[in-house]
């Protein structure tokens, strides 16, 4: 099951905890705190760009660097940015995430909700910079020929889903 859209303690009650026979042979930060979860798959978020329009030594190495004038009005957002909005909370402050996106929407991003759009806003040239796609969606598009690379931010955003056992199942 997938836990988005409930709260913890929902989770909790209609999941049971169980670790397979096998569980030694799992990576430790795979298994959830609480038992109930083994994440199966992580996929990163990282910062395309359209090689076409920005040169690799110019693009964007960091989300800092979005915030760059030279990119005013060529970076794509995503109308709720919850893993990357989640990773600064994590690696800086509250104050400090709502400092950045006032500064970053200063600088006009291109909202697109999804960030499937936002890549095919960027392999057409409509948009230079897509700072939160997963490098499974470039490595896809690329391999179709769109003119993208990407660079690996620090810190890194990670969404992971994992499964769990429903109760009474």
């Known amino acids: 099951i997938s ?3 409930l709260g913890k303690n929902e989770r ?16 430790p930060a795979m298994i959830a705190d609480d038992k109930r979860d083994i994440n199966l ?59 950045y996106f006032r500064k970053l929407a200063a600088n006009k991003p291109q909202v697109r909700r999804g960030r499937s759009i936002q890549l095919q806003f960027l392999c057409a040239g409509e948009l230079a910079i ?22 690996i931010p620090d810190p890194l955003p990670i969404s992971q889903s994992g499964v769990s056992i429903l109760s009474g199942a």
Do not use: W
């Not at 897509?130 to 690379?149: L, M, N």
């Open 3 to 5: 836990g988005v859209g």
């Open 12 to 27: 909790a009650s209609i999941r049971v905890r169980y670790m397979p026979p096998d569980v030694e042979a799992i990576h």
């Open 41 to 99: 798959r992580f996929l990163p978020f990282v910062i395309a760009y359209n090689s076409s329009l920005i040169p690799a030594k110019s693009a964007p190495k960091s989300y800092k660097d979005l915030l760059r004038s030279e990119f005013k009005g060529l970076v794509g957002i995503d109308t709720v940015p919850v893993y990357l909005m989640g990773a600064m909370i994590r690696y800086g402050s509250a104050e400090e995430t709502r400092d």
């Open 130 to 151: 897509a700072p939160y796609v997963t490098a499974d969606q470039v490595f896809g598009v690329k391999k179709k020929g769109c003119p993208v690379e990407m660079n």
